[in-house]
């Protein structure tokens, strides 16, 4: 008998636990932005702006319109150094280059 109210509870158990896992709809993105290629799927409004966020490190920016022509290219030396990238349009390139960390904020 004992065993039997066992059983019954191990599976009522293993029946109240099982849990229907779905995967995200959207996937998250980071605003730091280390050396790398980033290809932008969204529009970035006029109030986008990049900072160096690393101190003692270098880094470059180069943002490539969907037309292939070089929208912007900024070398970083200064650490907390903020510049306005502007509107970056959609389907663009951004290259990260050296050892610095990027922030990429999105202003509304």
Not at 24 to 30: E, L, Q, R, V
Not at 32 to 47: A, F, M, R, S
Not at 82 to 106: Q, W
Request: net charge negative.
């Amino acid at each position: 008998m004992n065993l039997k109210k066992f059983i019954v509870t191990i599976l009522i158990l293993c029946n109240c636990l099982v849990v229907n896992v779905k995967a995200a709809d959207t996937i998250p993105t980071s605003n730091v932005y280390k050396e790398g290629i980033y290809h932008i799927k969204d529009e970035l409004n006029d109030g986008t702006t990049a900072e160096l966020i690393s101190e003692n490190s270098f880094a470059c920016i180069l943002i490539v319109n969907d037309n292939g022509a070089t929208q912007i290219f900024k070398q970083f030396g200064d650490y907390h150094e903020k510049i306005n990238i502007g509107n970056v349009s959609k389907n663009s390139t951004i290259v990260v280059i050296g050892d610095g960390e990027l922030a990429i904020n999105f202003h509304n």
